[in-house]
């Protein structure tokens, strides 16, 4: 009585195990030739050569019927390779590589020995891309875990060395070495913080910006706190702190603060005080983007809120007495007039009223606050009470 398929298959493959270390390394060498990436140079000859060894009798075993395919040797061998750097679809490319070398062994000991005939072979390659499907499977199950962990781990890592920057805690040597690995910027250069206002609480004010910086050339690191969305951004040149600035007010959805540029990357932690001070500068609710050195005035209103909002207690608090409406339309003008340089003219062209409407909104202000608007140091009250008015909009009366 001759042999069945599946017997003549197992006898096949019992000679195949035999010299299963040697057809392992035999696979590895074809890995490494046709999947050069996973063979390039992430992963060390011997270590494929033994992972090519175990895969192969794992295969033939199953195939044999001597033992169930242990897809966990699949998952092992993801997870390996994930931190091995080595990229998911070179990774299947591998596999398919091996499991082709299995199959043209088949074949050709089939030719040689004469065990499996040509209907055995059908029967066994459709056990083949079964086994090929489960371990593939299994494998980038096996990587993409690892990877998320690795990539969690990372962003753990990368958070808690910009938070190290940006407070100055902690920040040794070692320390910012590392942030300057992770950041992928040299300690000296030319740099900028940026600080945008968070609304609401894992919102990304400037979630865009990052690629809008990239494809200007402009390369930033961005770091989500509770109260700030803080960047910090790499300028090459003088040109590319204007376009930083171009940058935000085409996507800024909250009040945004730019800091000076700064030459040392460990001076990160001033550089975001001046940021958020430049942020808090801009009018509550809004999405002006404050560049620190253009808004001197603004910023010193922002940088000693408590004095800030006394003085605008003191200044406009008279104001207070009189309807609301009333009220907006004085500080609206005394804004506008600020905002076109000091021009009566182009502020009545602005609110669509006679030069001489504004001359008497100013008569009234300077009734009801005792500053006037053509005397400096009147001029310089109302501004800055004008500003942290704005920064936090209370009456004046309340108490803060």
Known sequence: MTDGPADGLAKLVAGLLERADELGDAMAERIRSEASDHGGN??????????????????????????PLDPSLGA???????????????????YRVGIRFIWELLIAEAAETGLVDHEGLVTAVSSIWAVQ?????????????????????AEQERSALLEALLTNRSLDAGTLLAAIDVLRMPRYGRFA????????????????TEQALRRSGIHSVWHLRPDT???????GTERQYDQLVEVLEGEAVSRTGVSPPYEDLYDTGTSLWYAKTAMQGGRAGGCAVTVFDDCLVAVTAA????ISRRL???????????????RDVLLDTLETWLACGGSTEETARRMYCHPNTVRQRFRRITEYTGRSTSEPH?????????YALRQNPLRTTETP
């Open 229 to 235: 969305h803080v960047g910090i951004v790499q300028l």
């Open 312 to 326: 605008a207690r003191n200044v406009f608090g008279p104001l207070d007495t009189l309807q609301q409406a009333e």
């Open 76 to 94: 092992d061998t993801g997870r390996r390779r994930a931190r091995q750097n080595v990229p998911e679809t070179t990774l299947i490319a591998s």
């Open 133 to 153: 499907d489960r371990l593939i499977e299994e494998t980038i199950a096996g990587h993409r875990e690892a990877t998320t962990e690795l990539l969690r781990n």
């Open 42 to 67: 992430c992963v060390p000859l011997a270590e494929l050569r033994e992972s090519c060894r175990v895969e192969l009798r794992n295969v033939l075993r199953a195939l044999a019927g001597e033992a």
């Open 193 to 208: 913080v940026v600080a945008a206002e968070v609304s609401s609480f894992g919102r990304h004010p400037l979630a865009r």
């Open 378 to 386: 009147g001029i310089a009250e109302l501004c800055i009470a004008l």
């Open 303 to 306: 940088a000693a809120p408590e």
